[in-house]
């Protein structure tokens, strides 16, 4: 992970097996099996390494309660497995997270008891626990501050809770192991075609030099998520939209809000739809929505509804009821779901199943899935592509292969477990130079030799990189992100070799972006 080394081994290859456009979840999870097959593998991200909707998640690996209710029995079957293989290969950042439905109704008490009976049986061996009803003083222990007017008791059920920009950062570290060339800031331009019109590489633009590449491959896969139909167009001008963008928003509060371990899970919400109030990294999460979007936006911003919507939702399930004042921090994720001719149904219908489409350009695009199946999306696309001929047999390895940093071995710190196999080597940079243990904020554990690492093994290139994604400050607490941003730009000035006039604008432009992650008053909101 280191980028002078990658641009060295782009420009040594002249032509690679698979190139992948896109380095969210399925594109990563795409390089990573393709370069533990064996495939000379190269994955081109415009931004930065999950920066769209792969850290914009809720922070689940589940199989989908939601999607029980709707019938995608096989979706459901599909993610529970994938979520035990993730428990297998990924510890340091996937955990058991208890999950507790209030009932308010004995039909309710009956009704979500025998669906979650059936999401346990859907599990068989790969199962966390069964859920069980739970009396009403038990559900109040577990969730102190729910609403207990007409309160029965509730449903206790396990799924899993992870990091995703974390999972997206060691897959990046994963395929780069296994021989991939990964690259951030450079952005594809154009596509390649032979005679026969068939696409046999890509133009690019290394967006930190300028530099422009013609890059040739065997296959080329269009793994951009909500952008796929940007790279559509370079296929087809006149090609008919694939994706349907659709919002969700996620609010982070104080834990307060909801004490202890126990998450909360409203099944039904005023307009039909499922909400999590989730704690996570010592805070707590809610969301989401699913607002459809006119066009894919690489930094969307919530709408005031959505805000109010959540609100409002939680509101009417905790006795602290929440604010906009409360609220430290508000980001908003784009779905690729799949676009709609004549009557679209609602967004919370629309199966969250994947799609491989291969063209008769030879361009293949994967859209759709969530972040739970990335492994078997993966495996399915090079499949299909073994099954064109347009790669040579060779078998996928994925489903027994650690993740990097994967261990069930932690050190005492506690805020260092998500860097698995890694933690060591950065307690020990913090050992061998004092300065480098010293917080980035007094109220968080974050230090500086976190920053060192993001910038020497994690390729991280602004201080929004390391701020939203290598860390997690500025979707816990945006402002005491904005505090933290100059001493995180200041080091990394220094790592990438960078001068002080750089540093400034690192932090004048990552506080402009912090500032759309608070709740300003509706008005001010506007302005903005």
Not at 14 to 36: E, F, N, S
Not at 276 to 299: S, Y
Not at 345 to 368: C, H, M, P, Y
Not at 504 to 510: H, L, Y
Request: glycine content about 6%; charged content about 20%.
């Amino acid at each position: 992970m280191n980028r002078q080394h990658m641009i060295a081994q782009l420009t040594a290859t002249p032509v690679w097996d698979v190139l992948v456009i896109g380095g969210g979840a399925t594109g990563l999870g795409i390089a990573v099996d393709a370069a533990k097959r064996g495939y000379k593998t190269l994955l081109l991200e415009q931004s930065d390494f999950a920066k769209g909707t792969s850290s914009r998640s809720t922070k689940l690996i589940h199989g989908g309660v939601r999607y029980l209710a709707q019938g995608h029995i096989k979706l459901v079957l599909e993610a529970l497995k994938e979520r035990d293989l993730l428990l297998q290969n990924a510890a340091h950042l996937v955990k058991k997270q208890v999950f507790i439905v209030p009932v308010y109704t004995w039909w309710d008490a009956f009704l979500y008891f025998c669906g979650l009976k059936l999401y346990d049986l859907l599990a068989g061996k790969r199962g966390l626990g069964a859920s069980a009803f739970i009396s009403k003083t038990k559900t109040l222990q577990a969730l102190p501050n729910i609403n207990q007017t007409n309160l029965k008791g509730g449903i206790r059920y396990l799924d899993c809770q992870f990091d995703d920009s974390r999972l997206a950062i060691n897959l990046a570290q994963t395929a780069a192991e296994a021989g991939a060339c990964e690259l951030n800031y450079v952005q594809v331009t154009g596509l390649l075609k032979n005679e026969a019109a068939k696409v046999y590489g890509v133009t690019a633009q290394d967006l930190e030099t300028g530099i422009k590449y013609n890059l040739h491959a065997k296959a080329v896969i269009n793994a951009t998520g909500v952008y796929a139909d940007a790279i559509l167009k370079m296929e087809e001008p006149e090609a008919k939209p694939l994706i349907q963008p659709s919002q969700g928003v996620h609010l982070v509060l104080d834990h307060t809000f909801l004490p202890g371990h126990a998450a909360l899970m409203i099944p039904k919400t005023s307009d039909g739809r499922v909400l999590f109030a989730v704690p996570w990294q010592g805070k707590l999460l809610l969301g989401t929505t699913d607002t459809l979007r006119e066009k894919a936006e690489l930094e969307p911003t919530a709408l005031d509804q959505e805000i109010d919507f959540i609100l409002s939702t939680a509101a009417g399930y905790l006795v602290k009821k929440p604010n906009r004042h409360d609220v430290l921090a508000v980001f908003a994720g784009l779905r690729p779901l799949a676009a709609h001719q004549g009557n679209p149904k609602a967004t919370k219908d629309i199966s969250r199943n994947f799609k491989i489409i291969l063209s008769e350009s030879q361009l293949v695009t994967v859209t759709g899935g969530k972040w739970t199946i990335y492994r078997k999306m993966a495996e399915t696309t090079l499949d299909k592509l073994i099954q064109a001929k347009l790669l040579p047999y060779s078998p996928c390895t994925t489903a027994t292969s650690p993740i990097h940093g994967h261990t069930t071995t932690f050190l005492e710190s506690r805020h260092l477990k998500v860097y698995g196999t890694d933690a060591t080597a950065i307690a020990q940079l913090q050992q061998q130079t004092p300065e480098l243990a010293t917080r980035l904020h007094p109220d968080y554990t974050y230090t500086k030799a976190e920053v060192v690492w993001a910038a020497r093994h994690e390729m991280a290139r602004t201080v929004e990189d390391v701020l939203a994604r290598r860390l997690r400050l500025l979707f816990l607490d945006a402002a005491a992100a904005m505090d933290a941003a100059p001493a995180v730009a200041a080091i990394l000035a220094v790592e990438l070799e960078q001068s002080n006039s750089w540093a400034d604008e690192q932090v004048r432009s990552f506080t402009k972006l912090a500032r759309t992650y608070t709740l300003q008053p509706a008005q001010q909101a506007q302005q903005i």
